[in-house]
């Protein structure tokens, strides 16, 4: 499974981005899909995730009520809509899917990044 991230880009602090994360390849399997963030020399962190269905999402604190993860399975495709934005959003964005359809489960294929800068 291939997953093309992509959407990042500059926006100022209050904006609005849609990531999105196209999967290729055997994209057959029913797995969750999650998203993470990497700030220059900081831990790669977890943002949100998503079961098969659409219908569970899972969230870090820091971005709980701004930002919304849901799916197209005809598509293959996830998307995060991200609102508010904050200078601390600012991070490469990873997507990635698990191993089985919770977020209990391990990675099982990343994601290449794309780049969100909030200036403030």
């Known amino acids: 499974v291939q997953l093309q991230a992509s959407g990042g880009g500059l926006m100022q602090t209050g904006g609005s981005l849609r990531l999105s994360c196209a999967a290729s390849?055997?994209?057959?399997?029913?797995?969750?899909m999650g998203w993470f963030r990497q700030a220059p020399g900081k831990e790669r962190d977890f943002v949100a995730a998503?079961?098969?269905?659409?219908?569970?999402?899972y969230y870090a604190d820091s971005v709980k009520g701004r930002f919304t993860n849901f799916r197209d399975n005809a598509k293959n495709t996830v998307y995060l809509q991200m609102n508010s934005l904050r200078p601390e959003d600012t991070a490469l964005y990873f997507c990635a899917a698990y191993s089985e359809d919770h977020w209990h489960g391990t990675i099982r294929y990343w994601g290449q990044g794309t780049q969100v800068t909030v200036s403030s």
């Open positions: 390849g055997r994209t057959g399997d029913r797995k969750a």
């Open positions: 998503i079961r098969w269905s659409g219908l569970s999402t």
